[in-house]
């Protein structure tokens, strides 16, 4: 018998049709937030979830489904997942690390661009034919060109961002990062500390995981160090930035600006952040590329293959769960 495996939403089909032959595959074609009991409704006699960042795994959901072998996330992320109860269970988590760092790293600089010359924000001004001819003091913004760029998390996407700002747009790095090796990069970049990050970036890019440490990593006491005219860039997870507090910031024009890609209580936000000016929000679509996309199709069905092969994935999270197989 096949093994059964529920994809959770519709990704790429070059993913989905690696998996036809030796799977048999049920595609979930509703868009939108899956509901926890939809999920166990659907995974409970499947032995794979494939699921995305939006669907929580958690402990209810794999004690329920007790056919359970594999999750594999379409996501870089996997804090969606509960990682322990997974492991307890001896069901394998995979996600499709370093499909995505290039676009992702490609989407911080639009971000960076678009908010620093208010792109956005003329864009909706011409639309709205308020354009009377060119005139010296409309719609000024801030030099990208020679700032000081800020990355927190010099992981693999933290470096393509840093690359980007060091190489083409002449910016000083400097960065925060407990665990992060200085040799591995072939540009200078700055050690620093997070307060120093703070005081000294104009521009702040945070390209971390989601987990206690990291959990409102900016909030009020964070924001009143960043200088005035400092952006925060945020395309890891929503959760690191206290939206509230940020709201209150950018209201009250104490930092210039912002962009959003992900947030707190996806789909929602704080109320109040669609009406300013000084902030772009995007729909969580940093890796929304159709080679990335069907990149990462391919990545988590190859982790799946992988497995049920006898192989070890290579986008295997949680390594003590091989150790326990083997013991």
Same mark, same amino acid.
């Given at each position: 018998?096949?093994?059964?495996?529920?994809?959770?939403h519709k990704?790429?089909?070059?993913?989905?049709?690696m998996l036809k032959n030796d799977f048999d595959v049920e595609l979930n074609d509703y868009n939108g937030i899956v509901s926890k009991n939809h999920l166990i409704e659907k995974s409970k006699d499947k032995q794979v979830i494939l699921s995305l960042l939006s669907d929580v795994v958690d402990f209810e959901v794999i004690t329920k489904c007790k056919s359970l072998k594999m999750i594999s996330n379409y996501a870089v992320g996997y804090n969606n997942i509960d990682i322990n109860a997974?492991?307890?269970?001896?069901?394998?988590?995979?996600n499709t690390p370093r499909t995505l760092d290039e676009t992702t790293a490609d989407f911080v600089f639009a971000l960076i661009l678009s908010v620093a010359r208010r792109i956005v924000e003329s864009d909706k001004f011409m639309r709205s034919k308020k354009f009377k001819g060119w005139g010296p003091m409309e719609f000024l913004g801030q030099d990208v060109y020679n700032a000081t760029l800020g990355v927190v998390g010099m992981g693999s996407i933290g470096k393509e961002v840093a690359k980007r700002g060091y190489y083409g747009f002449s910016m000083d790095i400097i960065y925060y990062d407990r665990s992060f090796d200085p040799s591995s990069v072939g540009f200078k970049a700055n050690s620093v500390s997070f307060d120093t990050l703070l005081k000294e970036s104009d521009f702040i890019t945070l390209n971390v995981p989601l987990n206690q440490g990291t959990f409102h990593l900016i909030g009020e006491k964070e924001l009143k160090k960043m200088k005035k005219t400092?952006?925060?860039?945020?395309?890891?997870?929503?959760?690191?930035?206290? %939206?509230?507090?940020?709201?209150?910031?950018?209201k %009250?024009?104490?930092?210039?600006?912002?962009?959003?890609?992900v947030y %707190?209580?996806?789909p929602d936000f704080i109320s109040g952040l669609e009406t300013l000016d000084n902030i772009i929000m995007t729909p969580h679509i940093a890796s929304a590329s159709k080679k990335t996309r069907e990149l990462m199709s391919v990545k988590a069905a190859q982790n799946i293959i992988d497995y049920?092969?006898?192989r070890i994935p290579s986008g295997l999270v949680n390594k003590d769960v091989i150790k326990l197989e083997i013991g």
């Amino acid at each position: 018998m096949k093994p059964k495996i529920y994809i959770t939403h519709k990704i790429p089909e070059k993913g989905i049709n690696m998996l036809k032959n030796d799977f048999d595959v049920e595609l979930n074609d509703y868009n939108g937030i899956v509901s926890k009991n939809h999920l166990i409704e659907k995974s409970k006699d499947k032995q794979v979830i494939l699921s995305l960042l939006s669907d929580v795994v958690d402990f209810e959901v794999i004690t329920k489904c007790k056919s359970l072998k594999m999750i594999s996330n379409y996501a870089v992320g996997y804090n969606n997942i509960d990682i322990n109860a997974a492991t307890e269970k001896g069901i394998v988590v995979t996600n499709t690390p370093r499909t995505l760092d290039e676009t992702t790293a490609d989407f911080v600089f639009a971000l960076i661009l678009s908010v620093a010359r208010r792109i956005v924000e003329s864009d909706k001004f011409m639309r709205s034919k308020k354009f009377k001819g060119w005139g010296p003091m409309e719609f000024l913004g801030q030099d990208v060109y020679n700032a000081t760029l800020g990355v927190v998390g010099m992981g693999s996407i933290g470096k393509e961002v840093a690359k980007r700002g060091y190489y083409g747009f002449s910016m000083d790095i400097i960065y925060y990062d407990r665990s992060f090796d200085p040799s591995s990069v072939g540009f200078k970049a700055n050690s620093v500390s997070f307060d120093t990050l703070l005081k000294e970036s104009d521009f702040i890019t945070l390209n971390v995981p989601l987990n206690q440490g990291t959990f409102h990593l900016i909030g009020e006491k964070e924001l009143k160090k960043m200088k005035k005219t400092a952006y925060l860039i945020n395309t890891s997870r929503g959760p690191v930035v206290d %939206e509230k507090a940020l709201y209150k910031f950018l209201k %009250e024009k104490r930092i210039a600006g912002a962009a959003l890609d992900v947030y %707190e209580n996806e789909p929602d936000f704080i109320s109040g952040l669609e009406t300013l000016d000084n902030i772009i929000m995007t729909p969580h679509i940093a890796s929304a590329s159709k080679k990335t996309r069907e990149l990462m199709s391919v990545k988590a069905a190859q982790n799946i293959i992988d497995y049920f092969e006898g192989r070890i994935p290579s986008g295997l999270v949680n390594k003590d769960v091989i150790k326990l197989e083997i013991g």
